[in-house]
T-cell receptor
């Protein structure tokens, strides 16, 4: 158990809909990262927040957005869903920012999104 | 931009045999390199990481990897495979060109199969 929690575990929805995925980082971690794992694209970095502020952006679509709240939990919002958005969405957390020697990312178990 | 290539989407070895999973990276500056393992229906777990200290890195569960700058490689090895090693393995890279604030770039993954 990494200490990172994600809810829900599974989500099934229809095209055009909007969903929210939630992540609670490990106690004491200030950074939250979101990744998407799909058969087509593999594991891709989406976005990172550090202490409530957006820190880095990866291959995140404009239909997707995220935020980190004062209690440090984070939500990933996916809107106007398409079939191709079906994937496993991982959240990771770390103490600080960057990927240096002392800033290991700990991954949650993921949320499996199925768009029908 | 950095990238990672994992040779072989599937690798099959016999129990007790040597495990060798290949990873080559492309980065404009010396990177940090990571190997993660993903068991079915679980998140990613860090096996080991290279952060410019010793080039031979020892990780958990008997795995180790050697950073070879001349070959731009970071292959993962284990002397004797266990049935419990069956999983998906991901090589990942980061570099410091973005000021250190960036997510990881992952390879496509290698599925390790252990034959009894």
């Amino acid at each position: 158990d990494s200490g990172v929690t994600q809810t829900p575990k599974h989500l099934i929805t229809a095209t055009g809909q909007r969903v929210t995925l939630r992540c609670s980082p490990r106690s004491g971690d200030l950074s939250v990262y979101w990744y998407q794992q799909s058969l087509d694209q593999g594991l891709q970095f989406l976005i990172q927040y550090y202490n409530g502020e957006e820190r880095a952006k990866g291959n995140i679509l404009e239909r997707f957005s995220a935020q980190q709240f004062p209690d440090l939990h984070s939500e990933l919002n996916l809107s106007s869903l398409e079939l191709g958005d079906s994937a496993l969405y991982f959240c990771a957390s770390s103490v600080g920012w960057g990927t240096g020697e002392y800033n290991e990312q700990f991954f949650g178990p993921g949320t499996r999104l199925t768009v029908l | 931009a950095q990238s990672v290539t994992q040779l072989g989407s599937h690798v099959s070895v016999s129990e007790g045999a040597l495990v060798l999973l290949r990873c080559n990276y492309s980065s404009s500056v010396p990177p940090y390199l990571f190997w993660y393992v993903q068991y079915p229906n679980q998140g990613l777990q860090l096996l080991l990481k290279y952060t410019s200290a010793a080039t031979l890195v020892k990780g958990i569960n008997g795995f180790e990897a050697e950073f070879k700058k001349s070959e731009t490689s970071f292959h993962l090895t284990k002397p004797s495979a266990h049935m419990s090693d069956a999983a998906e393995y991901f090589c990942a890279v980061s570099d410091l060109t973005g000021g250190g604030a960036d997510g990881l770039t992952f390879g496509k993954g290698t599925h390790l199969i252990i034959q009894p």
